[in-house]
């Protein structure tokens, strides 16, 4: 096991940086999940710290050892991709092997780390059959074990649920949980699907075009998203974002008014607020009401869709040209058009200031 520090870690493809001034600590043993949207420089930075990719600025330690010139093979570290990258023409049994037959790790020991990797993994009776034979998450258990025979410092996992489909994702995640729980190892994975995150990770990097945005345990990220960008991304669905106009601020509160005319109070540290000033009300679907209350605001209803336990409504709200969200934790029905007031509890609403940052509460 390992701590991985990435000291303003940079890379420049030619001209452009596809990530840039990239800073973080991973502790030893800790679950680290990065995410964001495609093309933002996960991956790129996953193969930096794998050695696959030359790191352009910064530093790269891997348990306190500068990496940055290390050959991915003197780093210590495994790397499972989305593809599962398995040797069609071998068994199971000679993939989960290969990597140690490389190293001259004598035979006894290397069957003993098959026997463990595929004891984990609940893939001993596949032993013998070849990668074409297996569903596709089989071939992931078979990829995964591969990186465990190698007892690396570090797993490194680049999207490895993305080829299988919704239930089997669901599967391999507690898989996941239950791997990283049972080898007590440090792993840096890569989606772009945030309930993984959220689910899988001790803390989760948010990036955002080459940036890191955040970095926190999932529940700070939902709760104290420090701006736009971390606020939209995490939470599903997503948080509504709402222009309105500061009408009075102080310490303990701000008081805004939306597009519809309704006033809205927010608890918050409004001091560094401006009177007219443009912000953007946060509102999550969970968070919202479908009665009216001392805080509130209107919208006409466009759709109810009904997800057995819940409901989502969809509302029109005047000069928002997207539809705002809620979340009824229950059955609920109205007509198309039907006019709704939404309550809104002003402990749990946020505040973004006119840069996009958070408002602190
Ligand atoms: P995705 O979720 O789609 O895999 P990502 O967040 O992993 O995206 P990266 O693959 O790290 O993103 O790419 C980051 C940026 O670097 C993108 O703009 C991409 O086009 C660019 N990029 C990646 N590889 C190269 C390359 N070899 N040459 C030039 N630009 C590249």
Do not use: W
């Not at 912000?279 to 919208?299: C, I, K, M, Y």
Request: aromatic residues 6%.
């Amino acid at each position: 096991m390992a701590t991985v520090q990435l000291k303003s870690i940079a890379k420049k493809y030619t001209e452009n940086y596809a990530v840039k001034g990239v800073d973080i600590d991973i502790k030893d043993g800790e679950f680290v999940v990065l995410v964001g949207p495609s093309g933002c420089g996960k991956t790129t930075t996953l193969r930096m710290i794998a050695g696959l990719e030359e790191i352009s600025e910064g530093t790269l330690s891997i348990d306190g050892v500068v990496a940055n010139d290390l050959s991915p093979a003197e780093r210590g570290i495994a790397m499972v991709f989305q593809s599962y990258a398995l040797y069609p023409h071998m068994s199971v049994r000679e993939n989960l092997a290969f990597g140690l037959r490389l190293q001259k790790v004598p035979t006894d020991k290397i069957d003993a780390a098959v026997n463990n990797a595929s004891k984990i993994l609940h893939i001993e009776h596949l032993l013998d059959r070849k990668p074409k034979a297996l569903s596709g998450g089989q071939r992931q258990r078979v990829a995964i074990g591969r990186a465990i025979t190698r007892t690396p410092k570090v797993f490194l996992f680049d999207e490895p649920l993305s080829n299988l489909d919704a239930a089997l994702r669901v599967q391999m995640r507690i898989e996941f949980a239950r791997l990283h729980q049972d080898l007590q190892a440090t792993m840096i994975y890569v989606t772009h699907d945030q309930i993984e995150a959220m689910t899988l990770a001790d803390r989760i990097v948010v990036f955002s075009e080459g940036k890191v945005e955040q970095i926190g345990t999932p529940l700070q990220l939902y709760h104290q998203p420090n701006n736009l960008f971390v606020a939209g991304f995490i939470g599903s669905p997503k948080m509504n974002l709402l222009p309105a106009i500061v009408e009075s601020a102080d310490a303990q509160n701000a008081k805004v008014r939306m597009t519809d005319g309704s006033s809205i109070t927010v608890a918050c540290d409004g001091s560094g607020l401006k009177t007219g000033e443009k912000v953007t009300l946060g509102l999550r679907p969970e968070h919202l009401s479908v009665q009216s209350s001392a805080q509130d605001f209107g919208v006409t209803v466009s759709l109810c869709e009904q997800m057995g336990d819940s409901t989502m409504v969809y509302a029109q709200l005047v000069g928002f040209d997207k539809p705002v969200v809620v979340r009824v934790a229950d059955v609920f029905r109205v007509e198309q058009n039907h006019a709704l007031r939404i309550g809104v509890n002003p402990q749990l609403a946020y505040l973004f200031d006119a840069n996009g940052m958070a408002v602190p509460r």
